[in-house]
């Protein structure tokens, strides 16, 4: 695994492979890795010839009063766990060289940017879509992958790449868990451990969804309800949003039909956590 920092000898290192017509397969991450960002090189190694892994804690896709100072760094926690998965190149830019000053220029993908998520974190998509951008730009993957746990985030990427008519072929995995359901993440490290015991209701608030819908219930707004009372038995749960949404547009349904996203975002202590679930009636 070689490392890079520089923007420079990225660029060289992606135009050799590919002028020896490598196919380059990218997982951008924010390091403290998981399980769930593993689970991305894996698929990465499968469907490529060199996998580069990106770690970069983007300043701009946090708000003012977010947590980016306080977010989980792990660097050489990170390298010992990617070492199993020997990518490539470990690409570790430097947040100076990535935003001098006078930096000035955003992508933002309009809409899609502003449900969901993007109600209470009103930046964070234009600062995700704009690191992208500059990482594609760099590393020229021809595949990216990236976690269906972030479901909105992927749905952006994608229509971002076919707007702009981006080279790169983006893929959606599938989210890991940790044994009790919980989605993994690298804020799960904020939480205490009754927060983290209390936290696994989100997904299993999903789980009653699902299994309503499986015994018949097709009264959206009861299913919600009792969603939004199965989380209200955990106090320190505070929901931010719980949503069915359709998969495609993040719209927002009134009914059970063909494929509906399931989506909650809710405040543990410290962190703010996601989850979903994808269900098709
Ligand atoms: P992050 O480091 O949080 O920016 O995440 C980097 C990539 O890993 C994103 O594509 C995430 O969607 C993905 N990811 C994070 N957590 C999980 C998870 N539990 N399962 C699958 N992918 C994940």
């Known amino acids: 695994m070689r490392e890079i920092k520089s923007i420079r000898e990225m660029r060289l290192f992606s135009q050799k492979a590919k002028s020896h017509g490598k196919k380059i397969g990218f997982v951008a991450t924010m390091g403290a890795l998981h399980e769930g960002h593993l689970s991305l090189v894996a698929e990465a190694k499968k469907r490529s010839d060199i996998v580069v892994v990106s770690i970069f804690v983007n300043p701009i896709q946090f708000g003012p009063s977010e947590d980016y100072h306080h977010y989980p760094r792990s660097l050489k926690k990170d390298k010992e766990q990617l070492k199993h998965f020997d990518p490539s190149v470990l ?30 974190r009103p930046t964070h998509f234009r600062g995700v879509t704009t690191i992208v951008t500059k990482l594609f730009n760099i590393v020229s993957p021809d595949i990216a992958f990236f976690g269906a746990k972030d479901f909105q985030q992927q749905l952006i990427i994608k229509q971002m790449v076919k707007d702009l008519d981006l080279p790169v072929e983006i893929v959606a995995m599938p989210i890991v868990r940790e044994f ?27 789980s009653l969804a699902k299994l309503e819908i499986e015994k018949g219930e097709r009264d959206l707004r009861k ?59």
Do not use: Q, W
């Not at 570790?92 to 109600?119: N, Q, Y």
């Not at 490290?189 to 989100?202: F, P, Q, V, W």
């Open 91 to 120: 690409f570790i830019p430097d947040a100076k060289e990535m935003f001098p000053d006078g930096f000035k220029t955003h992508v933002e993908v309009d809409a899609l940017s502003k449900k969901m998520c993007g109600r209470s």
């Open 180 to 206: 009790d359901g919980l989605a993994m993440s690298s804020r799960n490290a904020y939480l205490s451990a009754k927060e983290r015991s209390s936290a696994t209701i989100l997904n299993k608030a999903l």
């Open 223 to 281: 299913i919600l309800f009792r969603m939004r009372s199965l989380i209200g038995s955990e106090p320190i749960v505070r929901i931010d949003y719980l949503l069915a949404v359709k998969p495609d547009t993040l719209e927002e349904v009134e009914s059970l039909k063909g494929k509906v996203l399931l989506a909650v975002a809710a405040h543990v202590g410290k962190a703010r956590l996601i989850d979903n679930l994808l269900v098709s009636v």
